[in-house]
């Protein structure tokens, strides 16, 4: 065995595996040729079979079939079909005879010709009897054939086929006996094949294995010892002293080590120093930062986080809702684990107010999740955007809002008490002219009165002074009142209003005269977007635990590019046919807002709008 891997190392690894597969091939051929052998060896004891027996067989078989149809013309001859008889032997006497040579000139067993030659003798004196009868002048009587028949040629025919008979046997018994001959030889053979196949494949098997440890050995090497430099042991090298392929192998192996041993001390340095400069920009961020695992505990604190929550130290390894008192940015960070998405909405209600050092801060949490280049959930990232500026503007606004509105509702009442007295004449009669300008400071003044009402009552819900009265209310009760509420608008604009009311609908707990204000808002912008001859749908239906109210149009739909901000304060849509201040989505979703819901909307550009929002169930 060393001898042969000293001459393996000195040999290319193409030499080697060459070596290899000549040896297999030789062990191939070798099995190849010994079943070719047994093949060629069963087929001539088959071709023995055909050529000794079975033509006799064949022969045989053939005078008996002739002898049976010579047999039935002299049967015609005694039915009195003499000319029918004649010709029916003559066609099968020479077919007799033929298949009598052939059996006689193929003697290949004992007695055999003894038997041929008795049966030619009994086939002549059995020939003159039959012809005897089919060409006698004239023909004999019936009674003196059929006499004859039975004395002569019945007897003369079951002798001569007898006779035929024993041939048939004796040729068919040779067959028995070759056929076995032929199987004996044939799982002889088989057996040969057997263990010229097992002694080809244990010598196979030795060899391979001889030249497999000779040549693979130092694969096994190289390849555990790449393991190592796979793991990471970069410092590893690879002895492997050969002059074939392998060595180069070796060589390149040890050669790329050393390089990836210097690639990874310089990707190590860059990846400190980016870290360093991550490190470095979170801490400096003024917004606080907190980094969460995939399992919610947190990781990393910044600077402006440890103000908020306490220092890093402690934190580590915590759940986020142990860390983090406030619930809302709990749940924000925990949903954006779960759910794999980071939430964009910017509503009053995601926004949480914390006391930092004796001040109240207001925050608007987002929560992103990190996911890995295969989208394997690494963590989240939460970024504590500081909006306090922003309420406290929010605040002055509003409040200016209050103000200005409570301010100005008595000069505006005021101006529309005198507005109206003079269009009623109570001031004298008017021209025509005059009443023209009335009624349209008259029209004016009634749209800034309302103006004034929804602002006083925006700031009232956003601000908790009108806190919903919640009772128990059928869900049909609520669109009843909001479609008579509107129905003199639709019918002047050429509207049809439906209502749709699922069966077994549950009740609501909600402020009646709010939803309903709720409802009509929906259907007045329904009607003013919505072209004459068009239709509104109003529905509610069971959700969960919940009962859904929509307000669904055919009217011309909402920009896409207005969705976003279709609830904001003074937005409206382009092209509505008369218009309001833009103050009834945005004091519907207050007041949705104030009895647990969310109002959506979902449009599109002329085929329509649907508004929805769910409230509680009473039951």
Same mark, same amino acid.
């Given at each position: 065995?060393?001898?042969?891997?000293?001459?393996?190392?000195?040999?290319?690894?193409?030499?080697?595996?060459?070596?290899?597969?000549?040896?297999?091939?030789?062990?191939?051929?070798?099995?190849?040729?010994?079943?070719?052998?047994?093949?060629?060896?069963?087929?001539?004891?088959?071709?023995?079979?055909?050529?000794?027996?079975?033509?006799?067989?064949?022969?045989?078989?053939?005078?008996?079939?002739?002898?049976?149809?010579?047999?039935?013309?002299?049967?015609?001859?005694?039915?009195?079909?003499?000319?029918?008889?004649?010709? &029916?032997?003559?066609?099968?006497?020479?077919?007799?005879?033929?298949?009598?040579?052939?059996?006689?000139?193929?003697?290949?067993?004992?007695?055999?010709?003894?038997?041929?030659?008795?049966?030619?003798?009994?086939?002549?004196?059995?020939?003159?009897?039959?012809?005897?009868?089919?060409?006698?002048?004239?023909?004999?009587?019936?009674?003196?054939?059929?006499?004859?028949?039975?004395?002569?040629? $019945?007897?003369?025919?079951?002798?001569?086929?007898? @006779?035929?008979?024993?041939?048939?046997?004796?040729?068919?018994?040779?067959?028995?006996?070759?056929?076995?001959?032929?199987?004996?030889?044939?799982?002889?053979?088989?057996?040969?094949?057997?263990?010229?196949?097992?002694?080809?494949?244990?010598?196979?098997?030795?060899?391979?294995?001889?030249?497999?440890?000779?040549?693979?050995?130092?694969?096994?090497?190289?390849?555990?010892?790449?393991?190592?430099?796979?793991?990471?042991?970069?410092?590893?090298?690879?002895?492997?002293?050969?002059?074939?392929?392998?060595?180069? =192998?070796?060589?390149?192996?040890? @050669?790329?080590?050393?390089?990836?041993?210097?690639?990874?001390?310089?990707?190590?340095?860059?990846?400190?120093?980016?870290?360093?400069?991550?490190?470095?920009?979170?801490?400096?961020?003024?917004?606080?930062?907190?980094?969460?695992?995939?399992?919610?505990?947190?990781?990393?604190?910044?600077?402006?986080?440890?103000?908020?929550?306490?220092?890093?130290?402690?934190?580590?390894?915590?759940?986020?809702?142990?860390?983090?008192?406030?619930?809302?940015?709990? @749940?924000?960070?925990?949903?954006?684990? +779960?759910?794999?998405?980071?939430?964009?909405?910017?509503?009053?209600?995601?926004?949480?107010?914390?006391?930092?050092?004796?001040?109240?801060?207001?925050?608007?949490?987002?929560?992103?999740?990190?996911?890995?280049?295969?989208?394997?959930?690494?963590?989240?990232?939460?970024?504590?955007?500081?909006?306090?500026?922003?309420?406290?503007?929010?605040?002055?606004?509003?409040?200016?809002?209050?103000?200005?509105?409570?301010?100005?509702?008595?000069?505006?009442?005021?101006?529309?008490?005198?507005?109206?007295?003079?269009?009623?004449?109570?001031?004298?009669?008017?021209?025509?002219? %005059?009443?023209?300008?009335?009624?349209?400071?008259?029209?004016?003044? %009634?749209?800034?009165?309302?103006?004034?009402?929804?602002?006083?009552?925006?700031? @009232?819900?956003?601000?908790?002074?009108?806190?919903?009265? =919640?009772?128990?209310?059928?869900?049909?009760?609520?669109?009843?009142?909001?479609?008579?509420?509107?129905?003199?608008?639709?019918?002047?604009?050429?509207?049809?209003?439906?209502?749709?009311?699922?069966?077994?609908?549950?009740?609501?707990? $909600?402020?009646?005269?709010?939803?309903?204000?709720?409802?009509?808002?929906?259907?007045?912008?329904?009607?003013?977007?919505?072209?004459?001859?068009?239709?509104?749908?109003?529905?509610?239906?069971?959700?969960?635990?919940?009962?859904?109210?929509?307000?669904?149009?055919?009217?011309?739909?909402?920009?896409?590019?207005?969705?976003?901000?279709?609830?904001?304060?003074?937005? &409206?849509?382009?092209?509505?046919?008369?218009?309001?201040?833009?103050?009834?989505? +945005?004091?519907?979703?207050?007041?949705?807002? $104030?009895?647990?819901?969310?109002?959506?909307?979902?449009?599109?550009?002329?085929?329509?709008?649907?508004?929805?929002?769910?409230?509680?169930?009473?039951?």
């Amino acid at each position: 065995m060393l001898h042969i891997s000293r001459i393996f190392r000195t040999q290319s690894l193409r030499v080697q595996l060459l070596v290899s597969h000549l040896v297999l091939v030789l062990l191939m051929v070798i099995v190849m040729a010994g079943a070719i052998v047994n093949f060629f060896s069963l087929g001539k004891s088959i071709d023995r079979i055909f050529r000794n027996n079975y033509k006799s067989v064949v022969a045989a078989q053939r005078m008996k079939d002739a002898l049976e149809r010579i047999d039935s013309s002299a049967a015609l001859a005694l039915a009195g079909q003499i000319r029918v008889a004649r010709s &029916q032997y003559e066609l099968n006497r020479p077919k007799f005879e033929a298949a009598y040579q052939i059996q006689a000139h193929n003697i290949t067993e004992h007695g055999e010709g003894a038997l041929a030659a008795d049966l030619g003798r009994q086939f002549k004196q059995y020939r003159r009897i039959v012809e005897k009868l089919l060409y006698s002048e004239p023909p004999m009587p019936l009674d003196q054939a059929r006499a004859y028949y039975f004395n002569r040629l $019945a007897p003369a025919f079951v002798s001569v086929k007898g @006779r035929a008979q024993d041939v048939l046997e004796i040729n068919q018994a040779a067959i028995i006996r070759a056929d076995r001959r032929a199987k004996a030889e044939a799982r002889a053979a088989s057996w040969r094949s057997v263990a010229v196949t097992v002694g080809a494949l244990l010598i196979a098997i030795f060899l391979a294995l001889r030249m497999i440890h000779a040549a693979l050995d130092p694969v096994l090497t190289l390849s555990r010892q790449a393991e190592e430099i796979g793991a990471g042991n970069l410092d590893q090298r690879i002895d492997v002293r050969r002059a074939d392929e392998i060595g180069v =192998l070796a060589d390149s192996f040890n @050669r790329m080590a050393a390089k990836l041993l210097e690639a990874r001390k310089a990707q190590e340095h860059q990846l400190h120093l980016a870290q360093r400069m991550s490190d470095a920009a979170l801490a400096s961020l003024y917004d606080p930062v907190i980094v969460t695992d995939s399992g919610g505990r947190v990781v990393h604190l910044n600077r402006a986080a440890e103000e908020v929550f306490g220092p890093e130290n402690a934190a580590i390894g915590q759940p986020v809702n142990e860390v983090i008192p406030n619930r809302a940015i709990a @749940r924000e960070v925990e949903r954006a684990i +779960s759910e794999k998405e980071t939430k964009r909405t910017e509503s009053e209600r995601d926004r949480v107010s914390i006391d930092v050092r004796g001040a109240t801060r207001t925050y608007y949490p987002r929560s992103t999740p990190m996911l890995d280049d295969d989208g394997t959930l690494l963590g989240a990232a939460t970024v504590l955007e500081d909006v306090t500026y922003l309420t406290e503007l929010d605040s002055m606004k509003n409040q200016f809002i209050s103000v200005a509105s409570h301010e100005l509702r008595t000069p505006v009442a005021s101006l529309l008490l005198a507005a109206q007295l003079l269009d009623e004449g109570a001031a004298g009669e008017l021209t025509p002219k %005059q009443q023209e300008l009335v009624a349209t400071q008259l029209e004016d003044l %009634q749209r800034l009165d309302r103006l004034m009402k929804d602002l006083l009552d925006t700031n @009232r819900l956003e601000s908790g002074v009108t806190v919903p009265r =919640l009772e128990r209310i059928s869900a049909g009760n609520l669109i009843e009142n909001a479609l008579e509420s509107v129905a003199k608008n639709a019918e002047a604009k050429g509207v049809v209003l439906v209502s749709g009311l699922a069966e077994n609908i549950n009740d609501v707990r $909600a402020d009646k005269a709010q939803i309903v204000r709720v409802l009509v808002n929906l259907l007045d912008n329904a009607i003013r977007h919505t072209p004459s001859g068009g239709q509104i749908a109003v529905s509610a239906r069971t959700l969960d635990r919940r009962i859904e109210f929509a307000v669904e149009d055919t009217g011309a739909g909402i920009p896409p590019e207005y969705l976003p901000r279709i609830f904001e304060r003074f937005v &409206q849509v382009p092209g509505a046919t008369g218009g309001g201040a833009g103050m009834g989505l +945005s004091i519907a979703q207050t007041i949705v807002k $104030a009895h647990g819901g969310q109002i959506q909307v979902e449009s599109e550009l002329g085929k329509g709008s649907r508004f929805s929002f769910a409230l509680p169930s009473a039951e």
